[in-house]
Nanobody, 124 residues
Framework: QVQLVESGGGLVQAGGSLRLSCAFSGRTFSSYAMGWFRQAPEKEREFVAVISRRSSSTSYAESVKGRFTIARDNAKNTVYLQMNSLKPEDTAKYSC?????????????????WGQGTQVTVSS
């Protein structure tokens, strides 16, 4: 089965940057679109970014466009989320997820596999 392990979270000041990583194992990485979602306390989990199987397409939530960049390395079975110009409202637990749906799925229900998440806290 698919296993996903996130890393790279932490505490950062507003305006700073972090890079999250998600290590994939258990199946063929290039068969999956990879997404990042986040969940703040007492809020629903929300879509952040997604990248297609071969990196040909990406999609972002409006709230992170221009600040976050998703990338993947199929040779390393890893997906990344580069987060720049961080804001306090970006504070959340960030989870990566894997989907066998073609293209750039953005709905939680389109993902079958989830990591445990990594906490990102942005101080003002």
């Amino acid at each position: 089965q698919v296993q996903l392990v996130e890393s790279g979270g932490g505490l950062v000041q507003a305006g700073g940057s972090l890079r999250l990583s998600c290590a994939f194992s258990g199946r063929t990485f290039s068969s999956y679109a990879m997404g990042w979602f986040r969940q703040a306390p007492e809020k629903e989990r929300e879509f952040v970014a997604v990248i297609s199987r071969r990196s040909s397409s990406t999609s972002y939530a409006e709230s992170v466009k221009g600040r976050f960049t998703i990338a993947r390395d199929n040779a390393k079975n890893t997906v990344y989320l580069q987060m720049n110009s961080l804001k306090p409202e970006d504070t959340a637990k960030y989870s990566c997820a894997a989907s066998m749906i073609l293209g750039v799925p953005q709905l939680r229900g389109e993902y079958d596999n989830w990591g445990q998440g990594t906490q990102v806290t942005v101080s003002s």
